[in-house]
């Protein structure tokens, strides 16, 4: 459900734009109660948004504080990296032959999810049977293709051959 009638957010929005203000030409600007624009002012001074200039004001009505807006410091330009302790250079010389090395063979991983949601579905544990056999002759296809290039391996080469 949307927030009905003025909030903060549109308040600093204002700010913003005016950038030197009365808190009756923020209440005028805004189309608020002047009282809700001083609730407004206040919150903005404790957040540091805005400050007090020191002058005074005397328009048409009681004599007002002008109030400016302060921009925010510029922030970091790129992402500093955290390490943990033991992966610092620095303080762990040798550090990254700690590491293990990436030896492992790729798994294929079947989760029982999937068993499941098959028997749900007409054609669907058909489906799987059939991808398992194509998986199973695909893994056969590729040992085959190693034995063979392994066994061209230690055949002789043909210059060494007799004739």
């Known amino acids: 459900m949307p927030i009905a009638g003025p909030n903060y957010a549109e308040f600093r929005q204002w700010v913003r734009w005016l950038r030197a203000f009365t808190p009756s030409e923020i209440a005028e600007v805004m189309a608020i109660h002047p009282q809700l624009a001083e609730r407004f002012i206040k919150a903005g001074l404790w957040h540091e948004m805005i400050e007090d200039t020191g002058i005074r004001l005397n328009g048409a009505g009681p004599e007002e504080a002008m109030y400016r807006w302060i ?12 390490w943990a302790p033991e992966w610092k250079p620095e303080v762990t010389p040798g550090c990254y032959s700690l590491a293990p090395r990436n030896r492992g063979m790729p798994v294929r991983i079947r989760s029982d999810k999937d068993r499941r949601r098959a028997g749900s579905k007409p054609g669907e544990g058909h489906r ?21 290039q392994k066994s061209k391996a230690h055949k002789e080469p043909k210059w060494k051959r007799q004739k």
């Open 128 to 148: 799987m049977r059939m991808n398992e056999l194509a998986y199973q002759r695909h893994q056969e296809a590729i040992q085959k293709r190693k034995d063979a």
């Open 71 to 82: 921009k925010l410091p510029s922030g970091p330009r790129e992402h500093f990296r955290t």
